[in-house]
């Protein structure tokens, strides 16, 4: 549907909000609702079904069609967004099912992580964390795949920090104010310094991921790798550059 139409659906919606006008709402956006959705898949890896993350999403979707104010000077799809995102990360909260030997086994690698780069001046490879800790290669592999759960708590925690959408243009994320240019700049340059911390393959996964927007299954392929290893990767990947971001981490879960 071209902008023109959605305007035109959202002023009779406006006049008359029937149940069937909010219902071609719903089917015109629900696009937007497995964007999202496969952008949280990525963290969830495979502890949480993609299908059931847009069930989950499209709760957002109709709350944020309901309390959507076009008066405001900001985009539906910004403000649907994040009631999508916050509906779905509502759920998994709910769900409770985050086990503390995951928590601890996180703890265990970045521990790893930091004794062998302060040891060795370099990145720490997997070889050199296993033995850190102790565990074959493929045990390590078994651990950074159950990390991709674990990614949720700075979802959470991101999404906290928010709190409820903000439907203005001075406080959504979408409009840029002037003393934020001086911000991007700084986050740029973290940006890159965390990249080099990174190998290939997962600075490959992260540049696909989130300037490319390729998903796990496109990115699996163009590596040559299967989706659980790609998934590895980018957990790895999130470890490192946790360190080097800061507080501009939530940048890579926004």
């Given at each position: 549907m071209k902008t023109v139409e959605k305007?035109?659906?959202w002023e009779e919606y406006q006049k008359n909000p029937s149940a069937e006008l909010r219902e071609k709402i719903i089917i015109e956006y629900a696009p937007l609702v497995r964007v999202v959705a496969?952008?949280?898949s990525m963290y969830l890896g495979y502890n949480v079904e993609y299908e059931d993350?847009?069930?989950y999403g499209i709760f957002g979707l109709i709350d944020a069609i309901d309390k959507f104010d076009r008066g405001k000077d900001v985009k539906f799809e910004t403000y649907a967004s994040l009631?999508?995102?916050g509906s779905i990360l509502d759920q998994i909260r709910k769900m409770d099912w985050i086990p503390r030997t995951v928590r601890q086994k996180r703890k265990k690698i970045e521990e790893a992580i930091k004794q062998i780069e302060t040891k060795t001046?370099?990145?720490a490879s997997d070889e050199e964390i296993a033995q850190e800790l102790g565990i074959g290669e493929e045990e390590l592999n078994d651990w950074q795949t159950q990390l991709n759960v674990t990614n949720v708590i700075s979802l959470n925690e991101f999404v906290e920090q928010g709190g409820e959408p903000v439907m203005d243009a001075k406080n959504n994320s979408h409009?840029?104010?002037p003393e934020e240019s001086v911000q991007e700049e700084e986050l740029k340059k973290v940006l890159m310094e965390s990249l080099e911390l990174l190998t290939e393959k997962e600075k490959k996964v992260i540049l696909?991921?989130?300037y490319e927007d390729l998903t796990l299954k496109e990115i699996s392929s163009i590596l040559e790798v299967s989706e659980s290893r790609v998934s590895q990767l980018h957990t790895k990947a999130l470890l490192k550059m946790r360190k080097k971001m800061g507080n501009y981490m939530g940048i890579?879960?926004?």
């Open positions: 305007e035109k659906l496969g952008r949280l993350l847009v069930s009631r999508i995102r001046g370099r990145n409009f840029i104010q696909l991921y989130y890579l879960i926004d």
